[in-house]
């Protein structure tokens, strides 16, 4: 264990300097290069084994299995401003000033699918489902970028399970007595759809069905555009959650009547039947997620009565508490009743990395220079200290 520490430390350490001299002595070999300490140089054929060029999500096969793709920086931005990407990933995209997401089976899988799919039929709903960080939330990131780039209505839940344990603010709900509200978390959510969907709601045209009235003189009108709504929810907090339920059931009748196509994405989906939260009424007793206004509305567009849309849920252990974590399994963390609310659904299995996988993500920190010691046999020490499991390896190389 003291030899594993002491190389831990090492490969934890952040690169002071980039090897300038690799490229000049890449005619050396690798071993006389591991011999010497110094992080190999990565020539054009190496560079191929690792990334690809295909930026693409809808173009991306198992030609491109287990490599990198970057995501251009006004689209990260666009998707990922109000979340969807794991912090320490989101820190690490701030140190290499670069947003790069590794093309994986599960990802592969689940895009087929959806380009395969008969829209016109009921919506289709994929279930995330594995062991603590194999990468469920980056297989949704990657699924999220084809839904931008392909026109889908993004309906996206970065984290349901904050809803559920640590709430900005929680009140009583005005219009529906014994519920509480999320203005704050709601009014946070209608940002982020706003940031992820607002030039293809301009493009689409979308209006509301009905008026909407929100008090004596307040009120939006029939037909008028989604943004005017959304920005209505974003300016009056207060009616935040009632403005996220409205938007939702017009995106779930625009959708039916085939104006738009929605893709949903909740990350944590099996927080929403969790037996109770964090949440205390005003008697001190912990509410169960059904008495929270927001939970509603995402239960009712995971629904299969509406069509041209599909759902990527993710449930996790993770997004339980303590005494609901011994299984990983979709029937295990969803209860009965969210099992049965999701049934039949496609269950999508993401595991650790294959072998092919963890070397690509040995051999792009090599290339960041953020691996900088290479002494014989490191990617054994890597491989046997994390399981190939994505989270724990990257902790294992996370700097100081």
């Given at each position: 264990m003291?030899m594993?520490r002491?190389?831990?430390?090492s490969?934890?350490r952040?690169?002071?300097?980039?090897?300038?001299?690799?490229?000049?002595?890449?005619a050396?070999?690798?071993?006389?290069?591991m011999?010497?300490?110094?992080?190999?140089a990565?020539d054009?054929a190496?560079?191929?084994?690792?990334?690809t060029?295909?930026?693409?999500?809808?173009?991306?096969?198992?030609l491109?299995s287990?490599k990198?793709?970057?995501i251009?920086?006004?689209?990260k931005?666009q998707?990922?401003?109000?979340?969807?990407l794991p912090?320490?990933?989101?820190?690490?995209i701030?140190?290499?000033?670069?947003?790069?997401?590794?093309?994986?089976?599960?990802a592969?899988?689940?895009?087929?699918?959806i380009?395969?799919?008969?829209?016109?039929k009921p919506?289709?709903r994929?279930?995330?489902y594995?062991?603590?960080?194999?990468?469920?939330?980056?297989?949704?990131?990657h699924?999220?970028?084809?839904?931008?780039?392909?026109?889908?209505?993004?309906?996206h839940?970065?984290?349901a399970?904050n809803?559920?344990?640590?709430?900005?603010?929680?009140?009583n709900?005005?219009?529906?007595?014994g519920?509480i509200?999320?203005?704050?978390?709601?009014?946070?959510?209608?940002?982020?759809?706003?940031n992820?969907?607002?030039q293809?709601?301009q493009?689409?045209?979308?209006k509301?069905?009905k008026?909407?009235?929100?008090?004596?003189?307040?009120?939006?009108?029939a037909?008028?555009?989604?943004?005017?709504?959304?920005?209505?929810?974003?300016?009056r907090?207060?009616?935040?959650?009632?403005?996220?339920?409205?938007l939702?059931?017009?995106?779930k009748?625009?959708?039916?009547?085939?104006?738009?196509?929605?893709m949903?994405?909740?990350?944590?989906?099996?927080?929403?039947?969790?037996?109770?939260?964090r949440?205390f009424?005003?008697?001190?007793?912990r509410?169960?997620?059904d008495?929270i206004?927001?939970?509603q509305?995402?239960?009712?567009?995971t629904?299969y009565?509406w069509t041209?849309g599909?759902?990527i849920?993710?449930v996790?252990?993770?997004?339980?508490t303590e005494?609901?974590?011994?299984s990983?399994?979709?029937?295990?963390?969803?209860?009965?009743?969210?099992?049965?609310?999701?049934?039949?659904?496609?269950p999508?299995?993401?595991?650790?990395y294959t072998?092919?996988?963890?070397m690509?993500?040995?051999?792009?920190?090599?290339?960041?220079?953020?691996?900088?010691?290479?002494?014989p046999?490191f990617?054994?020490?890597?491989?046997?200290?994390s399981?190939?499991?994505?989270?724990?390896?990257?902790?294992l190389?996370?700097?100081?």
């Amino acid at each position: 264990m003291k030899m594993f520490r002491k190389q831990l430390g090492s490969l934890s350490r952040i690169s002071t300097q980039l090897q300038r001299n690799a490229i000049a002595n890449g005619a050396a070999s690798r071993t006389a290069e591991m011999s010497t300490n110094v992080a190999p140089a990565l020539d054009a054929a190496a560079l191929d084994e690792f990334r690809t060029a295909v930026a693409n999500p809808g173009e991306h096969s198992t030609l491109q299995s287990a490599k990198f793709y970057t995501i251009p920086t006004e689209q990260k931005k666009q998707i990922f401003t109000g979340g969807g990407l794991p912090k320490q990933y989101e820190q690490q995209i701030k140190t290499f000033t670069e947003t790069c997401l590794m093309v994986r089976s599960p990802a592969l899988e689940l895009l087929q699918y959806i380009k395969n799919a008969d829209l016109s039929k009921p919506a289709v709903r994929y279930v995330l489902y594995g062991e603590n960080g194999v990468g469920k939330t980056l297989t949704m990131a990657h699924v999220l970028h084809y839904g931008a780039l392909n026109d889908f209505v993004l309906v996206h839940v970065p984290w349901a399970p904050n809803w559920m344990k640590r709430p900005k603010e929680a009140a009583n709900a005005s219009g529906q007595e014994g519920f509480i509200d999320l203005p704050f978390d709601a009014a946070a959510w209608l940002v982020h759809f706003k940031n992820q969907n607002a030039q293809l709601l301009q493009k689409l045209q979308l209006k509301t069905s009905k008026e909407y009235v929100w008090s004596k003189r307040e009120s939006t009108p029939a037909g008028a555009s989604l943004i005017e709504l959304v920005e209505h929810g974003i300016a009056r907090i207060k009616y935040a959650s009632e403005t996220t339920a409205a938007l939702i059931a017009e995106l779930k009748q625009l959708a039916t009547n085939n104006q738009c196509k929605i893709m949903v994405a909740i990350d944590g989906f099996n927080a929403f039947f969790h037996p109770i939260t964090r949440i205390f009424s005003d008697n001190k007793q912990r509410v169960s997620p059904d008495r929270i206004t927001l939970t509603q509305p995402f239960l009712d567009i995971t629904n299969y009565d509406w069509t041209n849309g599909v759902c990527i849920l993710s449930v996790d252990k993770i997004a339980m508490t303590e005494g609901y974590m011994d299984s990983y399994m979709p029937r295990y963390l969803l209860g009965k009743e969210g099992f049965e609310h999701l049934d039949p659904f496609v269950p999508i299995h993401v595991e650790n990395y294959t072998e092919k996988e963890f070397m690509s993500y040995i051999s792009y920190y090599l290339d960041r220079h953020w691996i900088s010691k290479t002494p014989p046999g490191f990617e054994k020490q890597l491989k046997f200290m994390s399981n190939m499991n994505p989270y724990t390896l990257m902790q294992l190389v996370r700097g100081l």
